[in-house]
């Protein structure tokens, strides 16, 4: 099986059973897209599942956190992210090609821009024919007037009939996409939107709910509840959201509306971090995963999406009040995104 192997003596990997040479310290992934193999992938930073894939042979070394990536499952079964795994010498990896390559492009243009706060903006495309995903995935974004550029954002809504498509887009600091949605009119620009993508999605269950979100985090989490609430809305909501400022809230009014029509409980916590600039403010303050263990419900499930600190800190209170991994879904917002090249 590895006669590959022994034809080379840099490190080297098999991949569905190709062999790819892998330089010293470089990921798995890497090496596979360096050599032309279309492996799945999106973030690099180890926040979205995209690139999992099962390791068969060899070991490791896995540069960041997984456990509430991957299910306990997953990680049972050898499964690792490539984005995260350096070899540690001859390995062999198994990933599934075909779901990525059946991930559709599908054209439109922009048909609103509505700033939500002073660094996010809601962009809604029209789409040319619907692109199905479930509520909580993401996708790639191309703008016609950056064509060299893809970047990746979660969809702000549960699939619409009508094909439009709705992303919360926070300016990156020097991001050049992110900084031309936010500073530039784009209304009738045509762009290329790629997927789904992503395994942040609502699982079935009857368990309560726990929601974390963090700036535009928000946005995976409203297309969860719109999804929830179109199932029947039966799962107890605790949802909080961490901001900066007062100013850095946004979609009270949509938030409002899901709770006011939901069955089951529903709590919205907003907690800002930054007291000294809020005198007035009569809510929750601090960082919001300091309120997680106060406001768990027994047997409750979480999602997560926002800053990587604020996910880590979150899945670190969690699992000290006993929730299990596999009931932890986490999505990674990462500036990363807006730094990479439509290329990486």
Not at 12 to 37: C, F, M, S, Y
Not at 94 to 111: C, I, S, T
Not at 224 to 233: D, H, K, R, S, T
Not at 237 to 256: P, Q
Request: proline share 5%.
């Amino acid at each position: 099986m590895f006669s590959f192997f022994a034809k080379r003596k840099a490190s080297a990997a098999l991949i569905n059973g190709i062999g790819v040479d892998v330089k010293p310290g470089e990921t798995l992934l890497h090496a596979a897209l360096r050599q032309g193999i279309d492996f799945p992938h999106s973030c690099r930073v180890g926040g979205c599942a995209s690139c999992k894939c099962k390791l068969i042979s060899g070991q490791v070394k896995e540069l960041t956190e997984t456990g509430y990536i991957l299910s306990d499952e997953e990680l049972d079964a050898g499964y690792i992210l490539a984005c995260q795994s350096v070899p540690k010498g001859e390995v062999s990896i198994e990933v599934d090609l075909a779901a990525f390559q059946a991930r559709r492009k599908v054209r439109g243009k922009v048909v609103a821009q509505e700033k939500l706060t002073h660094d996010i903006i809601k962009l809604v495309i029209q789409l040319e024919e619907s692109l199905p995903y479930k509520a909580g995935q993401y996708a790639d974004i191309c703008l016609d007037v950056l064509p060299q550029y893809s970047r990746s954002f979660s969809f702000a809504s549960r699939p619409q009939p009508d094909g439009k498509v709705i992303f919360f887009i926070r300016k990156v600091p020097n991001g050049r996409v992110t900084g031309l949605v936010n500073d530039q009119s784009l209304l009738g620009q045509g762009a290329v939107v790629q997927g789904p993508m992503g395994e942040f999605y609502l699982r079935p269950a009857a368990a309560p709910l726990l929601l974390v979100a963090g700036g535009s985090g928000l946005a995976p989490i409203l297309a969860l509840l719109e999804e929830a609430l179109v199932a029947g809305g039966q799962r107890p909501v605790t949802l909080l959201f961490g901001a900066r400022e007062e100013r850095d809230l946004y979609a009270l009014d949509a938030i409002n509306a899901l709770a006011a029509q939901w069955r089951a409980s529903f709590r919205f916590v907003p907690v800002l971090s930054e007291a000294a600039s809020n005198a007035s403010w009569q809510g929750a303050r601090g960082l919001v995963t300091e309120l997680i263990s106060t406001l768990l419900e027994d047997g409750a499930h979480a999602y997560l999406c926002g800053p990587p600190a604020m996910i880590d800190s979150a899945v670190s209170m969690l699992r000290s009040c006993g929730v299990a991994s596999e009931h932890i879904r986490a999505d990674r917002f990462t500036a990363n995104h807006d730094l990479l090249a439509a290329t990486a």
